[in-house]
């Protein structure tokens, strides 16, 4: 079990992100849910939550391409409707090759989806590596709420 640090409200401060104020814990220089976020009362929540299943193991804070799956399984599990824009994100920049940047829509998005999005401009080589099932059921995700 590794060891982590939960975060309290104190520890957040506000940067400037794209010209918007958002808000990252002090002491944590790595980009994950929570951190940054434009609420922090909802990203200390996110981010502990985070911590706590680093420390039981079940999320890889190193490997790129177990935080691209996350990602992946959360647009494809969750009902929250902030997974479109994002399964949209995912499957342009796997189909047409457009490097995932940082220009990021704050009104397209809620946390968790947020911090999600945010991490993906850090992961553009491991978009490429998707399976093509994984891009035709975010596809297929498209479809069904385009039609609904």
Known sequence: MALVRLAKLDDYESVEVLGRTMFKITWCPNLCPGSPTDNPAIGLNL??????????????????????????????????????????????????????????????????????????????????????AQVMQLQNLLQVAQND
Do not use: H
């Open 47 to 132: 981010f502990n939550e985070y911590q706590c299943s680093v420390a039981a193991g079940l999320e890889s804070r190193s490997d790129p391409a177990d935080k691209l799956a996350v990602i992946v399984d959360w647009c494809l599990t969750t009902a929250c409707d902030d997974r479109v824009p994002l399964a949209r994100v995912l499957v342009k920049a796997k189909r047409e090759g457009v490097r995932v940047g940082l220009d990021i829509n704050d009104q397209d998005y809620t946390e968790p989806a947020l911090g999600y999005r945010y991490e993906l401009a850090f992961l553009n080589d491991e978009i490429q590596q998707l399976a093509a």
